[in-house]
């Protein structure tokens, strides 16, 4: 078994740089300081997974050389996570109709919002189509052949899906989980989770926060994303972390 992961976006809702600040984070020249909006590439073998698609997935393609998507998975319906749903087209035009995996809530939104993605009735041409999978957050299924966890979350009172690929773990935009679906996550070799910024948040894990539930999971390593200007400067706040924990930035990539 082999899985990739590679980072293709880190950063929160307004990504950094955010428009017109001053931030010094914003004016940084480091790399590991810029940040797209948070989405990931998993490859387990052969089966190529997408976890969101938000403003920047155009550009997140292009930069990775991601060759193919077997299936797109939602963590829900904010726009910083599904707005870049109509560039899946050149992988639908390659591949025929994409398989999309989320909510029954998720799927109603996306089909209210992409209409003339989801509905097949006087269908133009030239727009991308999908088949539309509604998971129960409660039971593992089975994608590409291969076996998905959905671990349930609490985003401002939003469930949110996370998941997990064998020994990895995606969650993001969490702010509490429930002890069931934490112990989904025992065993893992690496978990992603969110940590937005230093301050408390009412609806994503502030650094400590973030920390302790990175600490109480145990992971052989745990990797930040979702993560706001501030937080501070990469090169700052990744040597000050606990051993085994790390913030990820983007088009990092890891295999296990």
Not at 20 to 27: F, Q
Request: hydrophobic content about 40%.
């Amino acid at each position: 078994m082999s899985i990739k992961i590679y980072f293709l976006g880190t950063g929160t809702s307004q990504g950094i740089p955010i428009i017109g600040s001053k931030h010094p984070v914003c004016l940084s020249d480091n790399p590991k300081d810029k940040r797209l909006r948070t989405s990931v590439w998993v490859k387990w073998d052969n089966a190529d997974f997408i976890i969101d698609c938000g403003p920047d997935f155009r550009q997140q393609m292009l930069a990775s050389g991601c060759p193919k998507m077997d299936a797109l998975l939602f963590t829900h319906e904010h726009a910083d996570h599904t707005a870049g749903l109509d560039d899946i087209r050149p992988f639908v035009f390659k591949q025929g109709a994409l398989p999309v995996y989320g909510l029954a809530r998720v799927m109603e939104n996306l089909t209210m919002r992409f209409g003339y993605i989801f509905s097949d009735k006087n269908k133009y041409p030239g727009a991308p189509s999908v088949k539309p999978t509604e998971i129960d957050p409660n039971k593992p299924f089975l994608c590409a052949e291969k076996k998905i966890i959905p671990i349930k979350v609490s985003h401002y009172g939003l469930d949110v899906i996370g998941y997990r690929f064998a020994t990895f773990a995606y969650i993001t935009d969490m702010f509490s989980i429930e002890p069931e679906a934490e112990a989904k996550l025992r065993d893992l070799d690496v978990l992603v989770v969110n940590a937005l910024r230093i301050e408390p948040h009412p609806s994503h894990l502030h650094l400590d926060a973030a920390i302790a539930f990175a600490q109480r999971v145990g992971a052989k390593q745990t990797f930040f994303t979702h993560i706001s200007h501030k937080l501070g400067f990469h090169d700052e706040v990744e040597p000050a972390l606990p051993k085994g924990i790390h913030l990820a930035y983007d088009n990092l990539t890891i295999t296990l």
